[in-house]
């Protein structure tokens, strides 16, 4: 039978809950990193005893050396300051992250489906836990490498972005001028983004042990999968 059987009992198993949770996590996830946006405020010291000002946006997919800091021949200080951009690209491990996030909520979405209502056609068979084991296991290992990456990513940003990094890539700072980042954009939902990366991590890879428990590599043999290849007959009474 290939109907629809809707059974919300498999929500209060492992299986089904984890897999409840990683659907909500992984929402968290791509929302806290894939829709940022943020602007700085740097504040430029000059010798003459003058202060300015001025500041720049960046936001998702982070690919900071587009950012403009300084327009071509502005004046700041009394000197006219080249155009300026800022240092670094971390878009590629935004991207990857947000990717695995997308994709892990899209099949955590479709086994619920199957879990709510085809647990009679998952179970029948030893292909769906198997391949839903290795996909999960996979997945488990990609949220370690995209949350790594992306973490050393959040680092880069970081750095470009505040006093340090400003001051190293504007020719300005330190010679007529000290640059100091007085406004910063929060970050508080990019740091979010990499602590949901790893707990996404935990629990893909918790999940595939109670994923593996469904396949025959854990389940032992049924009653009927071996018969035995004799059968021994008790010896006749002697007359």
Known sequence: MTALRLNLSPLKEPLGFIRLLEWIFSIFAFATCGGYSGKNIVSLFC???GNETLNFSFSYPFKLSQVLLVANNSAYCNHTVPETHLVGDASSSAEFFVAISVLAFLYSMATLVIYLGYMHIYRDSNF???ADFLLTSTFAVLWLVCS???ARGLHNVKYATNSEGIAATL???GGDASCL????ASMRSLN???VFGFLNMILWAGNAWFLYKETSWHKPPGPNAAQPSAVR???GAGI
Not at 181 to 184: C, G, K, L, M, S
């Open 47 to 49: 010798k003459d005893g």
């Open 128 to 130: 769906g836990p198997v």
């Open 148 to 150: 790594s990456a992306w």
């Open 171 to 173: 020719s300005l700072c």
């Open 181 to 184: 980042v007085t406004d910063h």
């Open 192 to 194: 979010v983004s990499v």
């Open 233 to 235: 007959t008790p010896p």
